[in-house]
């Protein structure tokens, strides 16, 4: 299939070239037996793409999409077989007959050797339930730890958390398979353990990680530097050495403030691997509606030194490190359906979480800021395209 174009709200025109993505989803292993290839791996998987890109999120909707095209995609695709692949078939493939991670690293590198490289330094974990796979009368479904670039709202790696392990022992094996020399990995308090500290030390990268009960004792150590030197008459201690940024936005109907303070700390208080610096995060929130105000503070500590960041950068990759909720959850939650889309088996649903991520990256990639507005441009010019194989 040809090439297609595609202009965002800045009128700038970026190209989606469908038969180059064809040629990456040839060297995806097919798993099937002989007997039971009816169609080409490389075409229903660029199918189903092409219908999800388009608004189709569920398999059943998926199906019929292709039905509906299925000469001009047989045309396009130059495959003999002129019936189109049943919503059987499809979940079949899904779950049996490709390995996701292997599906996701040709995605993912797709994207960034088609529309630049890795750019960014930050890379943020965080974990999501698949809420669409939680049994009837169970509370637990399919769960996927991801290594994620916030900055270019692209999804490196995922892994299932197994049922008999959490995220905080999962993370090491997502962190192994990941390049992190000159990287930043970036985490809530759940991850902020000395062994993953030592893990990215070891493989060349640096950790930012935030404070809170889960390590009370780090939690009370790292607060100790933002506590005023005691004043006494005939004596005085100055205060350590601090640096402090601050931003103000709105967003979400709120006036929010953040106020970043950094402290290294240069006489190695804070027993903890290869810890540097400490910072303080102060958030003030006021409801424009309301004019409510809300006020939280939360602490982090830093494997980078004063000369790799300073505490403007610090609040910019803090900042980053929150916009994955509205980045990528949930835009695969609530635009892409992910939620509400019902799947039995654990490799269909990590193929479609795959199938999600490759959809908000491209996006990205493509200028677009709003998930929604780039389907129905998707679905207009792959619709026109493919008036060309009538």
């Given at each position: 299939m040809k090439h297609i174009t595609f202009t965002n709200e800045q009128s700038e025109h970026f190209v989606f070239d469908m038969g180059q993505l064809l040629e990456r989803l040839a060297k995806v292993t097919d798993l099937r037996n002989a007997k039971g290839k009816r169609y080409p791996l490389p075409i229903v998987l660029a199918s189903i793409l092409l219908a999800k890109l388009c608004g189709e999120q569920k398999p059943t909707g998926i199906t019929e999409w292709i039905k509906l095209r299925r000469k001009q995609l047989m045309t396009a695709f130059q495959c003999q077989r002129q019936t189109a692949p049943s919503l059987n078939t499809i979940r079949r493939i899904m779950e049996d007959a490709i390995i996701a991670e292997e599906m996701h690293q040709i995605l993912r590198s797709f994207l960034h050797q088609e529309y630049g490289g890795q750019q960014s330094v930050l890379i943020v974990l965080d974990g999501k339930t698949m809420r669409g796979t939680i049994p009837k009368g169970e509370t637990r479904g399919i769960h996927l730890l991801a290594a994620y670039l916030p900055e270019e709202g692209i999804v490196l790696l995922q892994v299932v958390v197994d049922s008999k392990e959490n995220e905080v022992s999962a993370a090491p094996r997502l962190?192994?398979?990941?390049?992190?020399?000159?990287?930043?990995?970036?985490?809530?308090?759940?991850?902020?353990?000395?062994?993953?500290?030592?893990?990215?030390?070891?493989?060349?990268?640096?950790?930012?990680?935030?404070?809170?009960?889960?390590?009370?004792?780090?939690?009370?150590?790292?607060?100790?530097?933002?506590?005023?030197?005691?004043?006494?008459?005939?004596?005085?201690?100055?205060?350590?050495?601090?640096?402090?940024?601050?931003?103000?936005?709105?967003?979400?109907?709120?006036?929010?403030?953040?106020?970043?303070?950094?402290?290294?700390?240069?006489?190695?208080?804070?027993?903890?691997?290869?810890?540097?610096?400490?910072?303080?995060?102060?958030?003030?929130?006021?409801?424009?509606?309301?004019?409510?105000?809300?006020?939280?503070?939360?602490?982090?500590?830093?494997?980078?030194?004063?000369?790799?960041?300073?505490?403007?950068?610090?609040?910019?990759?803090?900042?980053?490190?929150?916009?994955?909720?509205?980045?990528?959850?949930?835009?695969?939650?609530?635009?892409?359906?992910?939620?509400?889309?019902?799947?039995?088996?654990?490799?269909?649903?990590?193929?479609?979480?795959?199938?999600?991520?490759?959809?908000?990256?491209?996006?990205?990639?493509?200028?677009?800021t709003n998930l929604a507005s780039a389907q129905r441009v998707f679905d207009a010019k792959v619709n026109i395209a493919l008036l060309d194989y009538l």
């Amino acid at each position: 299939m040809k090439h297609i174009t595609f202009t965002n709200e800045q009128s700038e025109h970026f190209v989606f070239d469908m038969g180059q993505l064809l040629e990456r989803l040839a060297k995806v292993t097919d798993l099937r037996n002989a007997k039971g290839k009816r169609y080409p791996l490389p075409i229903v998987l660029a199918s189903i793409l092409l219908a999800k890109l388009c608004g189709e999120q569920k398999p059943t909707g998926i199906t019929e999409w292709i039905k509906l095209r299925r000469k001009q995609l047989m045309t396009a695709f130059q495959c003999q077989r002129q019936t189109a692949p049943s919503l059987n078939t499809i979940r079949r493939i899904m779950e049996d007959a490709i390995i996701a991670e292997e599906m996701h690293q040709i995605l993912r590198s797709f994207l960034h050797q088609e529309y630049g490289g890795q750019q960014s330094v930050l890379i943020v974990l965080d974990g999501k339930t698949m809420r669409g796979t939680i049994p009837k009368g169970e509370t637990r479904g399919i769960h996927l730890l991801a290594a994620y670039l916030p900055e270019e709202g692209i999804v490196l790696l995922q892994v299932v958390v197994d049922s008999k392990e959490n995220e905080v022992s999962a993370a090491p094996r997502l962190v192994e398979k990941l390049d992190l020399r000159q990287r930043v990995v970036c985490g809530d308090a759940l991850f902020t353990q000395r062994d993953l500290s030592v893990q990215i030390i070891a493989q060349g990268g640096d950790y930012i990680w935030f404070v809170k009960d889960n390590q009370p004792q780090l939690g009370a150590d790292v607060e100790q530097f933002f506590v005023p030197p005691r004043k006494a008459q005939g004596w005085h201690i100055e205060p350590l050495p601090q640096e402090t940024a601050q931003t103000t936005g709105k967003a979400h109907g709120r006036l929010e403030q953040r106020t970043l303070t950094l402290i290294s700390d240069e006489t190695q208080f804070v027993e903890w691997p290869g810890l540097r610096q400490v910072f303080r995060l102060e958030r003030r929130a006021v409801s424009c509606r309301t004019g409510e105000c809300t006020r939280e503070t939360v602490y982090g500590i830093t494997s980078l030194s004063p000369e790799q960041v300073d505490a403007r950068q610090m609040l910019q990759w803090t900042q980053s490190y929150w916009g994955i909720e509205n980045g990528l959850h949930y835009r695969r939650d609530t635009t892409l359906q992910e939620d509400s889309t019902r799947m039995s088996g654990k490799n269909q649903a990590e193929v479609m979480a795959t199938f999600n991520n490759f959809i908000v990256g491209l996006a990205n990639k493509l200028g677009f800021t709003n998930l929604a507005s780039a389907q129905r441009v998707f679905d207009a010019k792959v619709n026109i395209a493919l008036l060309d194989y009538l």
